[in-house]
């Protein structure tokens, strides 16, 4: 891998799958060819990339510089009901009654004995109405378990969900909704937007790092017409130059932002805390699951982000320190911003009487060739997560 650029290499081969069972967007038709390649999250399809040899870089400067639309394959739940709140606030490690209508926040669930089940973001649509928008993995059959003897009913919504990321990305949220996007419509704020017409839940997030937002659809009881709303966005954001993207170029932006996917970065033995996630744990609110073993659990972190100037680190490559190997990279890719490769590292164990942090460590290449890396703390671009942040000041460029 030495001297070569690949993007987003955390998967090894393009393999053909019937779409039995699984979801296929309701977008789809809009973009897809005979060259397109799927990847499959949440039992759903997505465009992974236009064709085998895309290149992503003009839609990643797009991303950093101006916006695009992603097609993704992000999975509300919807937990409704008088004890909704409770049973959240039993099953996830942050609060939730407190969450206002109309907010959103970032949420774990864990085991009893305090390792990770489940990431994602709450919202709070109504008084005793929540979505949860999980990440890939198993979690409706966890939350109905524990809804048992409580008022409180968890579904599916089937709401297909659009990202629109990039710095002019509120500017096309603003034409499209026809003028007078709040100032307070600020990060981590939600709401419903008429689109064209077409009542939406719209949130102020994403997966990019970048300022964006998602717009949810709806299945029933008004479901939502996909073409008609397909082609409002693109109207709306042909005057800033709004594009399509496959998730290629998300996938690169998300590891420079330092996001963390559930059942690869986030593997099934780590706790928050060696995740690096611990200051989302809230220990000010009363019981939940996983309470008493993140209580006396080691704070350690043993997920961090990793600096390679001369290869890309890969899934599965081992990473050296001294005398052997200490851990594995879980995801990489080659920053375009920061022209070197970067990915994160999970640590085999603790560093004695140190951490990890700072120190020079060695990949080891499929061919066996050793490469000095940097082990550094997350996110590797803007520090300070003030980029998703911007407050938007009306108008556009």
Not at 40 to 54: G, N, T
Not at 80 to 95: H, M, N, Q, W, Y
Not at 239 to 255: A, C
Not at 327 to 338: E, F, Q, Y
Request: hydrophobic share 40%; with cysteine; aromatic share 10%.
């Amino acid at each position: 891998m030495a001297g070569e650029k690949s993007y987003y290499v955390d998967s090894f081969g393009t393999i053909e799958l019937s779409a039995f069972r699984m979801g296929t967007s309701p977008f789809a038709h809009r973009y897809v060819t005979d060259q397109t390649i799927f990847a499959l999250y949440c039992d759903r399809l997505y465009p992974l990339k236009h064709s085998a040899d895309e290149d992503p870089l003009p839609s990643y400067w797009k991303l950093r510089n101006g916006v695009l639309l992603y097609d993704v394959p992000e999975m509300p739940l919807e937990i409704v009901g008088p004890d909704a709140g409770r049973l959240l606030e039993k099953v996830l490690v942050c609060s939730v009654e407190s969450l206002g209508i109309g907010r959103c926040r970032y949420a774990l669930s864990c085991n009893e004995d305090g390792t990770m089940v489940m990431d994602g973001v709450i919202m709070r649509l109504g008084p005793e109405r929540f979505w949860y928008v999980k990440a890939n993995g198993e979690f409706t059959t966890w939350l109905r378990a524990n809804a048992i003897g409580l008022d409180a009913e968890v579904t599916d919504p089937r709401s297909q969900v659009l990202q629109i990321q990039g710095p002019k990305s509120l500017d096309v949220l603003n034409a499209a909704m026809g003028g007078g996007l709040s100032a307070d419509f600020r990060y981590f704020r939600a709401g419903f937007f008429d689109l064209g017409g077409q009542t939406l839940w719209v949130s102020r997030t994403g997966w990019t790092g970048e300022v964006g937002i998602e717009v949810y659809t709806n299945s029933g009881p008004e479901p939502t017409d996909h073409d008609a709303l397909w082609d409002h966005l693109f109207a709306s954001g042909e005057p800033f130059g709004m594009d399509f993207s496959t998730s290629t170029s998300m996938g690169i932006r998300r590891i420079e932002a330092g996001i963390l996917d559930n059942g690869s970065d986030i593997e099934p033995d780590l706790t928050p805390f060696s995740a690096g996630l611990g200051h989302f744990v809230n220990f000010d609110k009363g019981e939940f699951i996983g309470r008493s073993a993140l209580e006396s659990a080691d704070r350690t972190q043993l997920l961090y982000g990793l600096i390679c100037p001369t290869a890309v680190p890969e899934a599965f490559m081992r990473v050296h320190f001294e005398n052997g190997p200490v851990g594995h990279i879980t995801v990489g890719t080659w920053s375009p911003t920061m022209d070197a490769g970067v990915g994160y590292v999970r640590f085999d164990r603790p560093l004695a009487d140190d951490d990890w942090l700072g120190k020079t460590v060695l990949i080891q290449d499929q061919e066996g060739n050793l490469h000095e890396s940097t082990v550094d703390l997350l996110p590797f671009i803007d520090k300070e997560k003030q980029l998703p942040r911007a407050v938007w000041g009306g108008g556009g460029q």
